[in-house]
């Protein structure tokens, strides 16, 4: 038989050639690992899984970006960066992807409705999405700003997988999950902020399309009140999925 070429990525990927189009798509070997967590111990296939790392740009986790411009104390925004500067390369070793989830709209903010908008500027005369910020002009969360950037602390390696939002959920208007499904990913692990909105929002998105999905608690937090986070965490083991902790996971990895 004349040699066959993959199209696409493993485990999804055809072979093919001029009279051959090979669909069994055979799985990658199983990398299985035992991970502790607040409700059950999971088996996982790290061959299936993901990392899905949402929101820790400068406009929330920066001085001079926008939560702070608003007067908000983006001091646990910031606790995220020192668990996930430890445990992305590590998963980066083992070929797990890092998605960055970040908002990143349109100049024009054409997709973008007036009620979202009230968020960022409830008053009409705020600096809000797309706005520049006081401090270097940036735009507010405007896709290629440096508002919109990732922290400087978390800088994507060239292998990670960026992706644009443009609501408090991930799946909404984005490739999201088209890239999860080419990539043969279904479980999910979720970092960032804020952990009872966009966090949340993407996680139970995630749920309700049938990925398993693991909150990571010490990579996410939020800057509001700590009972949302406390609702967040509850809803996941009662609701959504599970929670544990980077430590368990790097130390499932090890083992």
């Known amino acids: ?49 993901a990392c899905v790392v949402v929101d820790m740009q400068n406009d929330f986790c920066h001085a001079d970006g926008w939560l702070a411009h608003i007067g ?39 997709n973008i409705s007036a009620g979202l908008r009230h968020v960022y500027n409830p008053t009409g005369t705020g600096v809000g999405l797309g706005d520049p910020l006081p401090q270097n002009q940036a735009p507010v969360l405007t896709k290629g700003s ?25 799946f909404w208007d984005t490739p999201l999950d088209s890239i999860l499904k080419n990539l043969g990913r279904t479980t999910l692990l979720f970092a960032g902020v804020n952990a009872d909105q966009c966090v949340l929002c993407t996680l139970q998105d995630a749920n309700f399309l049938g990925y398993d999905c ?23 083991n009662q609701i959504f999925g599970f929670v544990t902790e980077s430590s368990h996971l790097l130390a499932a990895i090890a083992a």
């Open 1 to 49: 038989m004349p040699e066959l070429h993959t199209l696409g990525i493993p485990p999804t990927a055809w072979r093919v050639n001029a009279e051959v189009a090979d669909l069994t798509r055979p799985a990658l070997p199983l990398q299985e690992i035992s991970l502790p967590t607040q409700t059950k111990r999971l088996k996982l296939d790290l061959h299936k899984t």
């Open 72 to 110: 908000v104390d983006i001091t646990p925004a910031r606790q995220p960066i020192a668990p996930l500067q430890t445990l992305l390369p590590q998963l980066r070793q083992i070929q797990v992807p890092i998605l960055w989830l970040n908002w990143g709209n349109r100049p024009d903010l054409l």
């Open 146 to 170: 440096w508002a919109a950037a990732v922290v400087d602390e978390l800088t994507p390696a060239p292998t990670d997988i960026q992706v644009d939002k443009y609501r408090m959920s991930g």
């Open 214 to 236: 693991i909150l990571l608690q010490d990579c996410t937090a939020t800057t509001s009140p700590s009972f949302c986070l406390q609702a967040t965490v509850y809803n996941v």
